[in-house]
């Protein structure tokens, strides 16, 4: 899969796209992650991405002209990839909507807006909104690495085991919250697993599994 990301501020992804399961997956050639700096589609010879919004009010908006221009050349590279915009008006991002980009053969572009927000404009360039949350945030790269990190962990090869995402939180239904889970040492602090687990009994585990896992 090939993921673009189009930022003013590219080095925020760094420490957290280039670590852990995420470089693995690079590494493994499974996902191409690159970056488009929006500052290098600026307008005149400021770089001007941003102006302040017609109406009035406090704050500047990121310009039609550099967020889609950028977004052009990511489609040039990639013609078939989905335009994500993550934004407080979007539907709420779900588990359902990163297994289905996964399983998808189309590539990612992320959009990340700054300031005040975007000219509405560019929505028409864009395929899909999503909310991460009910919260505001200094711009887009945040949700973007949520968007990105959620999406390649489910890649064919990323994870150790073969079934390993398919027992995790909200995976079969949004809702659904994993059972709660234990290792070593059987008594921390008197604080003890639960005798179930240290049975060996399947069934059994199996139902307690069942029982303690919950819906949000």
């Known amino acids: 899969m090939k993921i673009q990301i189009i930022s003013l501020f ?13 470089w693995k997956a690079q590494d493994r050639k499974i996902v191409e992650i690159s970056y488009i700096n929006l500052r290098d589609f600026g307008l005149g010879s400021r770089k001007q991405v941003d102006d302040t919004p017609y109406g009035g009010g406090d704050g500047m908006l990121l310009k039609p ?14 013609p078939k990839a989905l335009v994500i915009l993550p934004t407080p008006r979007g539907k709420v991002y779900k588990q359902s909507d990163a297994k289905r980009l996964a399983k998808s053969s189309q590539g990612l572009i992320l959009v990340c807006a700054r300031y005040e927000g975007y000219d509405e404009r560019i929505t028409k360039y864009v395929d899909e909104q999503y909310c991460i949350g009910n919260y ?11 968007v990105a990190d959620s999406v390649i962990r489910l890649l064919p090869g990323v994870l150790g085991g073969e079934n390993s995402s398919e027992i995790e939180s909200f995976q079969q239904d949004d809702k659904t919250i994993e059972f709660p889970q234990y290792t ?17 009994n399947h069934a059994e585990i199996a139902k307690w599994r069942q029982q303690n896992s919950r819906s949000s």
């Open 65 to 78: 002209e550099p967020l889609v221009a950028a977004i052009e050349l990511a489609k040039k590279n990639d």
């Open 184 to 200: 070593r040492p059987e008594d921390f602090r008197g604080d003890k697993v639960p005798d179930v687990l240290l049975s060996g």
């Open 136 to 146: 505001v945030l200094t711009g887009g790269e945040l949700p973007a690495m949520v």
């Open 10 to 22: 590219p080095e925020m992804f760094h420490g957290v796209l280039n670590a852990s399961m995420l």
